[in-house]
């Protein structure tokens, strides 16, 4: 089955599937705007196979452009709004797609850099009366083919195009809705982009299940979104540690009740476990699903069970259902308890590689097993803790040291909204560790205080040799920390 009507299958017509501000959406309105897109795509001449960009925010254009596409046979390939028109010309020059769904709001500024032949499908086209079709449901339909082009969160040069294809998706879904036990009851609160793969995963689970997401598309006024999400009655809210290190520090979330809260996901990097025992302590009644996955894996690959929190804090969990988890030795063998090795993923979620990159898929994925990047430890009972990233790791003294350890040090300190650590070159250290740091307004922290509280809680060569305030910390547009450009700033302080 078409990944299209696999998502489509359960939801009742009568039944809401996104909420905003300003609208309220049923399935009957979702499947009026996927055949009228689809009747865009047919008339444009997109076929199996060809690329099509959607180019707009939470929407139910969006997420009728995406089944539209896949229906059609066609490659979703997402683009993200935070782009610049020089980045999307970039992405279009490699993707090469034949058509783009757009906002019409988004036009101006991208139009200039889109080349003049790209067939164009604006979301004012919902409101006019055109060709609209929906053909029938194919019972022998070939799973292995691309479903989309996700691009990863690289920052440091182009950002790689993940190939997912309609197993992967299928794949995935179904195991996340497993674990998550999710039902037409579930509401999510989805601020996160459906151009991301986390945000993508929400889109495919709830609809999947016949749930309903109430949308934003911002985080930029959290009060706002609760504002929504106490309106909506969102039984689910979904996160990466920047969202929930500002709903947990610097806004009104910790005093709200949010009664029909159910189910906490946090993905897209390490939250720190200061943070994650605030946040079930804020939330009581709701279960709290720490979770990891990649975009090579299509979303997820772990979560930890809510009930295992207490004794297992800091861990990732293991394998979600249909994924298998190793951590392994520069050999290939398994770590013991305690020693460090890379994650190993595999199952049906896992993408067949890049696009166009023969060298980085020899490297990336063996014999449909990816290779993620990720050092990790293991416990006795096999549940695997994330270490860091192989990048991200700061050589002090000569000893590794972990970045994610020290910023979960200096979240300890109440008056920390967020926190991100860098190594940079020293004669002494070999590298010393700089710690940036978000504070609420009015703290008087002062630098030398979070040394010293360091210094009471790491070893020596742990320990940050300078600490910079800073207003924000540099995001993606997935919402992570970008420690390339605060390596950029480090170095434009040092001149």
Request: charged share 20%.
């Amino acid at each position: 089955m078409n990944t299209a009507d696999y998502l489509l299958e359960n939801g009742k017509p009568a039944d809401l599937v996104l909420i905003g501000d300003k609208f309220r959406y049923t399935y009957h309105d979702l499947h009026q705007a996927c055949g009228r897109l689809y009747g865009e795509l047919a008339t444009a001449g997109v076929g199996t196979g060809d690329r099509v960009a959607i180019l707009g925010g939470n929407s139910l254009f969006w997420a009728a452009a995406y089944l539209a596409t896949l229906k059609r046979g066609a490659v979703a390939v997402p683009f993200a709004v935070t782009m610049t028109p020089e980045d999307a010309a970039g992405l279009q020059n490699f993707v090469r797609n034949k058509a783009m769904f757009v906002e019409r709001r988004m036009h101006a500024k991208f139009a200039a850099a889109l080349p003049a032949d790209l067939t164009l499908i604006f979301d004012d086209c919902l409101e006019e009366p055109g060709p609209s079709e929906w053909p029938p449901v194919e019972t022998d339909f070939d799973l292995n083919q691309n479903a989309a082009l996700m691009f990863t969160s690289g920052t440091t040069a182009r950002p790689r195009a993940v190939q997912v294809t309609h197993r992967n998706i299928q794949a995935n879904t179904n195991s996340i809705i497993e674990y998550l036990e999710l039902t037409s009851a579930d509401r999510i609160m989805a601020v996160l982009p459906f151009y991301y793969c986390f945000g993508t995963s929400l889109l495919h689970t709830h609809l999947r299940v016949g749930g309903s997401l109430a949308v934003a598309n911002s985080f930029v006024y959290p009060e706002l979104v609760l504002d929504l999400m106490e309106s909506a009655e969102c039984t689910g809210f979904a996160g990466v540690p920047s969202t929930y290190q500002t709903l947990l520090r610097n806004s009104s979330f910790p005093r709200r009740e949010l009664k029909s809260l159910r189910k906490l996901q946090q993905a897209g990097g390490k939250l720190q476990s200061v943070l994650i025992e605030e946040l079930v302590k804020t939330v009581p009644q709701a279960r709290v699903f720490v979770m990891y996955g990649q975009t090579e894996a299509t979303a997820r690959l772990s979560y930890l069970p809510p009930e295992m929190l207490a004794t297992k804090l800091g861990s990732i969990g293991k394998g979600i259902p249909g994924v298998t988890l190793r951590v392994l030795d520069e050999d290939g063998n398994p770590v013991k308890p305690g020693d460090v090795g890379e994650i190993y993923a595999s199952g049906d979620n896992i993408s067949p590689g890049y696009l166009d990159e023969p060298e980085a898929n020899a490297g990336k994925f063996i014999n449909g097993v990816l290779k993620t990047g990720d050092l990790a430890t293991v416990d006795e009972d096999g549940y695997i803790y994330v270490v860091d990233r192989k990048a991200d790791f700061i050589k002090s003294y000569g000893f590794r040291v972990s970045s994610q350890q020290v910023e979960s040090v200096i979240l300890e300190l109440k008056d920390v909204v967020a926190a991100a650590v860098i190594g940079e070159p020293d004669l002494v250290r070999g590298e010393a560790i700089k710690a940036f740091v978000v504070l609420h307004a009015g703290s008087t922290l002062t630098a030398e205080e979070i040394i010293a509280h360091c210094g009471r809680r790491l070893a020596h060569h742990m320990v940050p040799r300078d600490v910079v305030f800073i207003d924000s910390l540099p995001l993606n547009a997935h919402g992570k920390v970008v420690k390339t450009e605060l390596r950029k700033l480090s170095g434009s302080q040092a001149q």
